[in-house]
């Protein structure tokens, strides 16, 4: 079974509402490949390895959080952008990228899968009415130690996290990817512990001075679930076949 390039776009586009942010990359079709898309790859970041691996996959359309053309970035097509592109073009294989659409959304994307792995039974935005900012907050069915949430990260990340304080915690605000600088956010909301992907220096003294737990689980290994559900939810939905593939990063 098979979809159309055009229905995975739409579906896409609806479920992830990309025109509600200001991102700082185009969200939606960024490479457009053959029309027909029997097999859909996901992953977390549109590399040379993902690419080559979805091609290897016999890939239609490939799905990913961190894709191409940021703002700021030199435009021009050389180098390693252009050999990325050449292997896109070669194989016929279309590019969707979604960023901030892809972590906020409230049931499929990377903060809400976040949270239900850490044993959030109801995740929602920090900010209802600022649907776009991308933390989201929950709390823990009881109290449990801090090392114990980084235990349960751990097991389902596959790698150890970087934990400051000590200490029960059952209040949580987190941010998947980059989200270190909203560590003040997170205190402000009287959250016990600050869950993102990575860590700063500054972070470890507003978390000691703040009196805010804080567990940096990487910034790839937070963002691999949202788009696996989304991929998995498309395939479903449209007819096609769904793989995910994990190309290893230790950030």
């Known amino acids: 079974m098979a979809c159309t390039r055009q229905q995975l776009n739409a579906f896409l586009d ?17 490479v457009e490949g053959k029309e ?21 996959r016999g890939a239609d359309a490939i799905l990913v959080h961190h894709g191409y053309f940021w703002r ?36 499929y994307g990377n903060n809400a ?27 823990l069915d009881q109290p449990i130690a801090l090392q114990a949430l980084a235990g349960r990260l751990e097991a ?10 000590d200490g029960n915690v059952q209040s949580i605000v987190w941010c998947t990817g980059a989200g270190q600088g909203y560590i003040d956010l997170a205190a402000d909301a009287g959250a016990d512990v600050y869950v993102t992907g990575e860590v700063s220096e500054q972070t470890v003294h507003i978390a000691r001075e703040r009196n805010i737990a804080f567990i940096a689980a990487g910034h790839h ?7 696996q559900a989304v991929g998995a939810l498309a395939a479903d939905a449209l007819g096609c076949t769904h793989e995910f593939i994990e190309i290893a990063n230790p950030v």
């Open 156 to 165: 389902s990340l596959s790698r150890a996290p970087l934990i400051v304080g």
């Open 221 to 227: 290994a937070t963002e691999r679930y949202g788009v």
């Open 72 to 107: 700021g970035e030199d435009p021009r097509l050389t180098g390693m952008k252009a050999a990325r592109l050449r292997t896109l073009v070669a194989a016929q294989m279309s590019l969707f990228a979604y960023h901030l659409p892809l972590d906020c959304h409230p049931e």
């Open 14 to 30: 609806a479920l992830l509402t990309p025109a509600r942010f200001e991102d700082y990359c185009p969200n939606g079709l960024q």
């Open 36 to 56: 027909e898309v029997h097999h859909l790859v996901t992953g977390v970041t549109a590399s040379q390895a993902l690419l080559q691996a979805a091609r290897e």
């Open 113 to 139: 899968t976040l949270g239900r792995l850490m044993g959030v039974p109801v995740p929602e935005p920090l900010d209802p009415e600022h649907a776009a900012t991308p933390l989201f907050k929950g709390f």
